[in-house]
């Protein structure tokens, strides 16, 4: 599996293997506490057209460095990334934080971004004081919190433990510095408007609610909401058929 090295640290990434004719490439960016793992059903489930690649960030799963606690610092790291893979343009997906990450990138770097995808997050995030402080306190009590916000009513119980196990090998302070990105995150004064973008969330999200994704079709002007019926806040592992024909969609409506 390959790697890239940005000032002397190696970071992992997982990159889809039907690239012969590939005409667009989509950049996947997990959520806080994750890693690449999260988006296996689009790595193999998208078009061949479409090239995949999944990093996982800094301090997250097998990559080195350390995490940050700011989605901008993400963004500009995710810059990096795609200069050490010569991709000059691409797409970019992020899921929750991931999404937060975009949305900085698309900002900071407008001239790379064909396009967002945006799944499960919004212009802010609701993190409590409380759940900060049961992080340090109590990790496996928070994670079990975690994991039981983030999926639909209908998740198999596999589903819940790869998804608890994901968190608490990513460990505490993987964890808890993403969610301090996520409660410093503001995105309301970011500027996207020349952006297209789909904006992807579960009908029974309960972390970030769809309430929030219609905010995120309010401000971007360029953008279409779709929502998937019987899905959490993990809607691309909930969903996948879903959410892969709604991403696909998306991109071949911008083939020119």
Known sequence: MPYTTINRNRFFYQKS??????Q???IFIHGSGGDSFVWEYQLNGLSDFITVIVPDLPG?????G???????????????????LKLSTFY???HSLGGAVAQEFATLYPEKTEGLI?????LRFDISKEYLELLQTDFKAAI?????RAYAEKVSEETYKKGYKRLLENGKNTLYKDMLACESFDGADLFLSKISCLILCGQE???TKPALSRQLLKKIDKSTLHIVPKAGHMVMIEAPEGTNRAIESFVISKRV
Do not use: M
């Open 17 to 22: 293997k039907k690239t012969k004719n590939a």
């Open 24 to 26: 667009k490439t989509i």
């Open 118 to 122: 945006l799944v499960g997050t919004g």
């Open 205 to 207: 999200d309960k972390i």
């Open 144 to 148: 079990n919190i975690s994991c039981e």
């Open 60 to 64: 997250h799963g097998k990559s080195e």
């Open 92 to 94: 970019l997906a992020g």
């Open 66 to 84: 350390l995490c940050f606690c700011l989605a901008k610092d993400y963004a500009e790291w995710i810059n990096n990334f795609s200069e050490s």
